[in-house]
C-alpha cells in the first residue's frame, strides 16, 4: 500500500482510573517515552504520511501538547478530535469520523487504522502487516490473539472453532462457555473507511457498560454478509496493554529488555542486561561496554570503546570514544565528554564541556563549565557556579592541573597549562602557565596539643 493512501485513529481520551495518577493514560513513559509517542513512533515508520486523528478527552491540552512537542515537524499529519464524554472505543472512532479530518478521509476513500493509545509495545512490522491493502471482498481486517489467561479481553466467536469470525463479545457480556474461548481480539482493526462510516452510525450502546463498542462493528459485517480478514499476531507481548502501575511497569520491563538486545547485536557488551536500564532515545556505538546498574536516559549518544562503570546514571549527554565513566558517576543533561577522557568515582557533571584526554578522577562537581583537553582535575573539585540568582560558566583551558580540594568560584577563568594549588579557593581569572594558590598560611604552634588537652 502506498504509504500516502492511509488514515490512523488514536484513541486516546481515556482517563485510565486504574492509574490512579492525575496524568493522562496515555502519557505515562515507557522507556523514557510516553505510550503514545511509541505508537505514533511506529505509525511513522511504517507510513511517513499517514493522515493521523487522535481522539483526546481526559487531559486534552496535555495529550495535544506533548503530540505537537514531539512531532513538531509533523504538524500537517495531524488532527486532534474532543471526545467530551467517554461513551466507548465506537463513540470515540464516531468522533473522529464524523470530524473534518473523518470526511476528508471518507471522501479519498482511504482505508482505516485504528489503535488504542496505551499499547506501547507494538512493533513497526504489526503496524505494515495490519494495514497491507484489503482485498476487493473484504471490508475489515481484525488483528487477534490467543492468552493462556484471557480475562479482561473480548473474545472472538467464529463459526466453528477455525471459521469465519462471527462477533467479539467482551468480559462483562460473555457467558462461561464464551470465557474459556483463548483467541481474544486486540482493538487494533483496519476498515475500508466507508463501511467503517456507515457502520459506526449503527452501533447501540445494548449492553452491560452502556458503551457504543467498535467490537460490535464485527458482528455488524458478519450479520451483512461481508467478509473479514483475520491477522492471527504470534506474540501476545506485542499486544500487552497498560492499565495500572503494575501493567506499566511490565512493559517497561519488556522494552528495556528489546532495546539491550538490539543494541547487543550491534556490538554492545552488557555485563549485566538485567541489572541496566536504558531508555528508547539512547545511542550507542559498536565496542561501548555497559557495566551493572548503569542508568541511560533521554538523548544520551556513546561514543564507540566508551566504557560506562557500575551505578553510573547518565542524562540527555555525550561521551566521546575510548571514554570511561564512573563508577557511580551523574552525568546531568547538556554534558559532553569528549574522547579518552576519564569520568572518575562520584563525580557530578551538569552542562558541563569536557575536551579529550581529561580526567576527572573522583568526587568533583562540575556545573556549567568548559574544561578543555589534558586538563587533571584532583580529588574534591568544586564549580561555584550559582550565585543565589543566576548561574556563570567556570572555564579551565588546555594542560591545566587542579590540585585536590579546590574551589572555582565562577565566573572564572582558569588559563592554558595554569597549576592551582590544593586547597584553593579561586575567585579571579588565573594566567596561562602562573601558580595560583588561595589558602593561609600554615601555622605550627608547638606544644599547643598537650595543653590544650590538659585543659579539659
Known amino acids: 500500500m502506498s504509504e500516502s493512501t492511509i488514515g490512523v485513529i488514536i484513541l486516546a481520551a481515556g482517563q485510565g482510573k486504574r492509574m490512579k495518577s492525575a496524568l493522562p493514560k496515555v502519557l505515562h513513559s515507557v522507556a523514557g517515552r510516553p505510550m503514545i509517542l511509541h505508537i505514533l513512533d511506529s505509525v511513522f515508520a511504517a507510513f511517513p504520511k499517514a493522515t493521523v486523528s487522535v481522539v483526546v478527552g481526559h487531559g486534552r491540552e496535555q495529550v495535544e501538547q506533548t503530540v505537537r512537542q514531539a512531532f513538531a515537524d509533523r504538524e500537517a499529519n495531524f488532527e486532534f478530535v474532543h471526545q467530551a464524554e467517554q461513551q466507548g472505543t465506537g463513540h470515540a472512532a464516531r468522533c473522529a469520523m464524523d470530524s473534518a479530518w473523518g470526511a476528508q478521509v471518507t471522501r479519498k476513500k482511504l482505508p482505516v487504522l485504528v489503535l488504542p493509545g496505551d499499547l506501547p509495545l507494538i512493533p513497526v512490522s504489526l503496524i505494515s502487516q495490519t494495514a497491507e491493502a484489503l482485498g476487493r471482498a473484504h471490508c475489515m481486517r481484525l488483528l487477534t490473539t490467543e492468552l493462556a489467561h484471557p480475562t479482561g479481553y473480548g473474545r472472538v466467536l467464529r463459526r466453528g472453532k477455525t471459521g469465519p469470525v462471527l462477533r467479539i463479545v467482551e468480559e ?19 476498515f475500508q473507511g466507508g463501511f467503517l462510516k456507515a457502520a459506526l452510525a449503527r452501533l447501540t450502546n445494548k449492553n452491560a457498560q452502556k458503551e457504543y463498542y467498535l467490537t460490535d462493528v464485527v458482528e455488524q459485517a458478519a450479520r451483512g454478509g461481508k467478509r473479514i480478514d483475520v491477522l492471527q499476531w504470534a506474540d501476545p507481548a506485542d499486544l500487552r496493554g497498560v492499565n495500572d502501575p503494575w501493567e506499566l511497569a511490565e512493559a517497561g520491563t519488556t522494552l528495556n529488555h528489546r532495546i539491550i538486545r538490539k543494541w547487543a547485536i550491534e556490538g554492545v557488551r552488557f555485563v549485566a542486561p538485567h541489572a541496566t536500564w536504558i531508555e528508547a532515545t539512547v545511542e550507542l556505538a559498536a565496542g561501548v561496554e555497559v557495566q551493572p546498574n548503569v542508568v541511560l536516559r533521554g538523548a544520551t549518544r556513546i561514543g564507540e570503546g566508551a566504557v560506562i562503570k557500575a551505578g553510573s546514571v547518565i542524562e540527555d549527554s555525550q561521551i566521546g570514544a575510548r571514554a570511561q565513566v564512573g563508577p557511580y558517576a551523574h552525568l546531568r543533561p547538556g554534558s559532553v565528554v569528549g574522547d579518552e577522557s576519564k569520568i572518575g568515582n562520584f563525580v557530578e557533571l551538569k552542562k558541563a564541556r569536557i575536551g579529550s584526554k581529561t580526567s576527572i578522577a573522583h568526587l568533583s562537581y562540575l556545573g556549567d ?24 560558566v567556570t572555564q579551565i583551558e588546555d594542560e591545566a592541573f587542579v590540585g585536590s ?5 565562577a565566573p572564572v577563568t582558569i588559563g592554558r597549562g595554569a597549576y592551582i594549588a590544593s586547597g584553593s579557593t579561586i575567585t579571579k581569572d588565573v594566567e596561562p602557565e602562573a601558580l595560583a594558590f588561595a589558602r593561609s598560611r600554615q601555622v605550627n ?12
Not at 470465557?179 to 482493526?189: D, N, P, Q, W
Not at 606544644?447 to 585543659?455: I, M, P, S
Open 369 to 392: 563549565a568548559v574544561v578543555g583537553s589534558h586538563v587533571n582535575i584532583g580529588c574534591g573539585f568544586v564549580t561555584c557556579n550559582y550565585d543565589g540568582k543566576s548561574k556563570h
Open 405 to 409: 580540594d579546590c574551589q572555582a568560584v
Open 445 to 456: 604552634k608547638a606544644g599547643y596539643a598537650r595543653r590544650y588537652k590538659g585543659a579539659k
Open 172 to 190: 462483562r457480556d460473555a457467558k462461561p462457555r464464551e470465557k474459556a474461548i483463548k483467541e481474544v481480539a486486540t482493538s487494533i482493526y483496519f
